[in-house]
């Protein structure tokens, strides 16, 4: 008994201890409960990804035009000739010809535009800026079997392969040159192009003017028995030297060859007792120097370094009239 009483006294003695030993020690922390993983949830709805990030291109500044491309696209720009409503024949845009100017044809893929030259004109060449999509051919109409004569006409034939393109056509002929500028549109194409030549219709009045000129009397209410034939013609020899002078006692009459219409015409001056030479006025009616004056003494000169001088002289004898050459 004595011995279990004294180990239960140890036990009871022994146990404050071991908590005031246990108190004395340094705590340590206690550690952190990991946390727990949190899934997220898909969103409802289309996923939308996050914008990206891009970085801008620097852009290359257009290279900037000579002064000689902007006079060119300028000059270019202001001999376009544009079609216009008021100068369509029917379906034909009648364009007024004049050089240099450039004609604008509207085209469109799969219709031929018909380009028709002068009556007459003979076609040398055509030349395009684009052979490879555009079909360029040329044909003739009227005329004889031979393919000739003034009712033939020359006619070029174009045709885009597609809407969008341009080029230029360049048409040599006999008589001229015609500068085209060929654009296609998607539907929109012109049927046939052709022109008026007003400079030919001027040289054709200045023509007829010359030919009823030419077959008018030089002058009216002459009398053979008034006019004076007594002049003298002297000097070099030249093509147009005068065949006969006279007058009818009011104005003096030159009579030059036939040829004079082919060459230069000579001026007329009068000259003086002392050789002074002065300009005089005249008009031409034909073949004729019709002078509203008489003279003793005129000089017909042409040429530069080498003077052809021609002297017509009064002499004061009347002759008989020659028959004129």
Same mark, same amino acid.
Request: aromatic share 6%; charged share 20%.
């Given at each position: 008994?004595?011995t279990?009483?004294?180990a239960?006294?140890?036990?009871?003695?022994a146990?404050?201890?071991?908590?005031?030993?246990?108190?004395?020690?340094?705590?340590? #922390?206690?550690?952190?409960?990991?946390?727990?993983?949190?899934?997220?949830?898909p969103?409802?709805?289309?996923?939308?990804?996050?914008?990206?990030?891009?970085? #801008?291109?620097?852009?290359?500044?257009?290279?900037?035009?000579?002064?000689?491309?902007?006079?060119?696209?300028?000059?270019?720009?202001?001999?376009?000739?544009?079609?216009?409503?008021?100068?369509?024949?029917?379906?034909?845009?009648?364009?007024?010809?004049?050089?240099?100017?450039?004609?604008?044809?509207?085209?469109?893929?799969?219709?031929?535009?018909?380009?028709?030259?002068? #009556?007459?004109?003979?076609?040398?060449?055509?030349?395009?800026?684009?052979?490879?999509?555009?079909?360029?051919?040329?044909?003739?109409?009227?005329?004889?079997?031979?393919?000739?004569?003034e009712?033939?006409?020359?006619?070029?034939?174009?045709?885009?392969?597609?809407?969008?393109?341009?080029?230029?056509?360049?048409i040599?002929?006999?008589?001229?040159?015609?500068?085209?500028?060929?654009?296609?549109?998607?539907?929109?194409?012109?049927?046939?192009?052709?022109?008026?030549?007003?400079?030919?219709?001027?040289?054709?009045?200045?023509?007829?003017?010359?030919?009823?000129?030419?077959?008018?009397?030089?002058?009216?209410?002459?009398?053979?028995?008034?006019?004076?034939?007594?002049?003298?013609?002297?000097?070099?020899?030249?093509?147009?030297?005068?065949?006969?002078?006279?007058?009818?006692?009011?104005?003096?009459?030159?009579?030059?060859?036939?040829?004079?219409?082919?060459?230069?015409a000579?001026?007329?001056?009068?000259?003086?007792?002392?050789?002074?030479?002065?300009?005089?006025?005249?008009?031409?009616?034909?073949?004729?120097?019709?002078?509203?004056?008489?003279?003793?003494?005129?000089?017909?000169?042409?040429?530069?370094?080498?003077?052809?001088?021609?002297?017509?002289?009064?002499?004061?004898?009347?002759?008989?009239?020659?028959?004129?050459?």
């Open positions: 008994m004595k279990a009483f004294l239960v006294t140890a036990l009871a003695v146990a404050p201890a071991a908590s005031q030993t246990t108190s004395n020690a340094p705590s340590r #922390p206690a550690k952190a409960a990991a946390p727990s993983a949190v899934v997220a949830k969103p409802s709805g289309p996923v939308v990804p996050p914008p990206k990030t891009v970085t #801008p291109v620097p852009r290359r500044r257009p290279l900037s035009s000579s002064p000689a491309e902007r006079r060119v696209r300028a000059a270019n720009h202001a001999a376009t000739l544009e079609p216009a409503t008021g100068s369509y024949l029917n379906a034909v845009q009648v364009f007024p010809y004049s050089d240099g100017v450039i004609y604008h044809v509207l085209t469109a893929p799969g219709q031929v535009t018909d380009i028709a030259l002068q #009556p007459g004109e003979g076609l040398v060449a055509v030349a395009a800026g684009d052979t490879v999509r555009w079909v360029i051919g040329d044909t003739t109409s009227g005329g004889s079997s031979s393919g000739s004569g009712t033939k006409r020359i006619h070029v034939l174009v045709k885009p392969f597609t809407a969008g393109l341009a080029t230029n056509v360049i040599t002929t006999d008589r001229r040159t015609y500068h085209l500028a060929l654009t296609s549109t998607a539907h929109t194409a012109m049927a046939a192009l052709s022109w008026t030549y007003p400079q030919d219709a001027l040289i054709a009045l200045k023509a007829a003017a010359e030919a009823a000129r030419s077959v008018q009397p030089v002058a009216t209410g002459l009398a053979v028995d008034q006019l004076h034939f007594g002049y003298a013609i002297s000097g070099d020899t030249p093509a147009w030297r005068p065949l006969r002078a006279f007058d009818d006692g009011r104005q003096t009459f030159i009579e030059f060859p036939a040829s004079l219409a082919q060459s230069e000579p001026p007329l001056f009068l000259v003086d007792a002392k050789g002074k030479a002065e300009l005089v006025n005249y008009r031409v009616q034909g073949r004729y120097y019709v002078v509203d004056r008489l003279f003793d003494a005129a000089e017909l000169r042409l040429g530069l370094k080498h003077h052809d001088v021609v002297r017509i002289s009064r002499t004061g004898e009347a002759t008989s009239p020659r028959r004129p050459s």
